[in-house]
Nanobody
């Protein structure tokens, strides 16, 4: 059974940090890329970051670039998203998703072209609330 399980969400003060985890099982991790999405209250789900498990290539949306780091641990089949300097507008449910990926086209092209509707597997999400 394929599973993606997010963890690490919670209540964080503005300016704080957190690390989200996405634990995968049931598929060949190395053949996939993992994306992080978020959906704010009343908003649409947006892709904010992605990583190719095979070669470590990464992508960040401008809204999180410079204050986020995505990484993977192939042995544990976990992808992490560390976020610093959190802002109230980062409040959202954060989801991870997996899509089958090969070195071409570039990760950013593939990830953006697939969008919300093209992912193969989804987790159920973890809530992040940034508030004082």
């Amino acid at each position: 059974e394929v599973q993606l399980v997010e963890s690490g969400g919670g209540l964080v003060q503005p300016g704080g940090s957190l690390r989200l985890s996405c634990t995968a099982s049931g598929f060949n991790f190395e053949d996939y890329a993992i994306g992080w999405f978020r959906q704010a209250p009343g908003g649409e789900r947006e892709g904010i970051s992605s990583i190719s498990i095979h070669d470590g290539d990464t992508y960040y949306k401008d809204s999180v670039k410079g204050r986020s780091t995505i990484s993977s641990d192939s042995a544990k089949k976990i992808v992490y998203l560390e976020m610093d300097n959190l802002k109230p507008e980062d409040t959202a449910v954060y989801y991870c998703a997996a899509f089958r990926y090969y070195p071409r086209p570039p990760l950013v092209v593939r990830f953006l072209s697939l969008g919300n509707t093209g992912m193969d597997y989804w987790g159920k999400g973890t809530l992040v609330t940034v508030s004082s």
